[in-house]
Structure formats: structure tokens, C-alpha cells
T-cell receptor
Framework: AQSVAQPEDQVNVAEGNPLTVKCTYS??????LFWYVQYPNRGLQFLLK??????LVKGSYGFEAEFNKSQTSFHLKKPSALVSDSALYFC???????????FGTGTRLKVLA | GAVVSQHPSWVICKSGTSVKIECRSL??????MFWYRQFPKQSLMLMAT?????????EQGVEKDKFLINHASLTLSTLTVTSAHPEDSSFYIC???????????FGSGTQLSVL
């Protein structure tokens, strides 16, 4: 079955420290991978996507993600966290031949001042 | 960039009434739109896929007669919660994209509270 896993419900990090939010996937064929961020009582906002090419993808607000095919992972990273990065982050995947997107369960990021 | 507008942002209704939520793609045509439901501190649950000019595709366990979806134009999809009950209270979010496997644009969500 197709799935996306975010193993951590919550990640706490001190402001200024690097952050990582983990995501692994299991989909048919070549995946299209996405990260979205959700602030309270709002819809989701697109951060970045991987389709093909360079394994390191750069996105909005200084975020980047690294595609690792052998580990089927697509972890979200940022070199220096800001308090304003505190939000709920979703990893999602889709693949050719389907219109559906598979979402992870979300990881709440809390950046402490 | 592309924008998806969702209205209303919040609605409070009495049990037994129906509520309509609109989702519009403002600057692109969306042949497919998605409707999600999100419970507090939980992930998105795909309810149905709305296809312009045809019937929606509902996910397993989602009542078609309860959650009516209409996608009459390339820029508008509506979700009607019929005969709402307190258990229908939730955060509903729509999304659309500009093509297969493209990034999704999300509406700002609708918080439904059924008294």
C-alpha cells in the first residue's frame, strides 16, 4: 500500500539551531514529494517539492529537503530555526498514474526562544 | 501565484440544517479539486475528489448523501454538509492543482461547528 510516514509527532528545537523533520515514503514508481506547512486554523502552504534531478531541493523560508532514494526518505531541514517556524508540517507524495496525494500524519515543530 | 479561496472561514449551525462551503480557484482552472477533513491535532483525511462536470469520487467510509459535492465549473467546487450533526463539526479544507502531480494549492479552511 502507498504510504507516507512522519515518525515524530513533535519536534522541539532551540532557536538558531538546525532542524530536521523526518519523512519516509512508500509509493509505486518514481515519487513526486512535497512539504507543506500549516499554521493554526489555516490551510496548508506549499514549501517545496521534488520531482527529479538534484537530490537537495531548496524551498520557501530557507527550508530545504533531501531526497534519498535508497532510504526512501525526504527529510525537511533548515540550518537555523526561527520561532516563527513553529507550525505543523506535512509531507506528501504522489506518483505518475494517480491524481491522489498521500499525506503523512504531520509533525508539530516547536522552536523555543 | 495561484490562489484557492474558500468560504466561509467559519460557520456555526444548528443540528439538522445544511451548510455549503465554496472553494474557488481564482486565477487558474482546476479540473480536479480535493476535499479534506481535519480533526484537532490530526492529519488530513481525504473525503472526496471533485471532478468538473462529473460525479465526485468519494473515499471509503465517506457518505455521499451526507457530503454533497458539486463541481459545476472549472473554478468552483462546493461541499454541502446535509442535515449536519455535532459529529460533523470539524475543519474542512479544499485544494486544487494546475495539473497531475503538480503542487496543491489549499484554501484557508472552514471551521464548522454544529450545535
Amino acid at each position: 500500500a502507498q504510504s507516507v510516514a512522519q515518525p515524530e509527532d513533535q519536534v522541539n528545537v532551540a532557536e538558531g539551531n538546525p532542524l530536521t523533520v523526518k519523512c519516509t515514503y512508500s509509493v509505486s514508481g518514481n515519487p513526486y514529494l512535497f512539504w507543506y506547512v500549516q499554521y493554526p486554523n489555516r490551510g496548508l502552504q506549499f514549501l517545496l517539492k521534488y520531482i527529479t534531478g538534484d537530490n537537495l531541493v531548496k524551498g520557501s523560508y530557507g527550508f530545504e529537503a533531501e531526497f534519498n532514494k535508497s532510504q526512501t526518505s525526504f527529510h525537511l531541514k533548515k540550518p537555523s530555526a526561527l520561532v516563527s517556524d513553529s507550525a505543523l508540517y506535512f509531507c506528501a507524495a504522489t506518483y505518475s498514474g494517480t491524481y491522489k496525494y498521500i499525506f503523512g500524519t504531520g509533525t508539530r515543530l516547536k522552536v523555543l526562544a | 501565484g495561484a490562489v484557492v479561496s474558500q468560504h466561509p472561514s467559519w460557520v456555526i449551525c444548528k443540528s439538522g440544517t445544511s451548510v455549503k462551503i465554496e472553494c474557488r480557484s481564482l486565477d487558474f482552472q482546476a479540473t480536479t479539486m480535493f476535499w479534506y477533513r481535519q480533526f484537532p491535532k490530526q492529519s488530513l483525511m481525504l473525503m472526496a475528489t471533485s471532478n468538473e462536470g462529473s460525479k465526485a469520487t468519494y473515499e471509503q467510509g465517506v457518505e455521499k448523501d451526507k457530503f454533497l459535492i458539486n463541481h459545476a465549473s472549472l473554478t468552483l467546487s462546493t461541499l454541502t454538509v446535509t442535515s449536519a450533526h455535532p459529529e460533523d463539526s470539524s475543519f474542512y479544507i479544499c485544494s486544487a492543482n494546475q495539473g497531475p502531480n503538480e503542487k496543491l494549492f489549499f484554501g484557508s479552511g472552514t471551521q464548522l461547528s454544529v450545535l
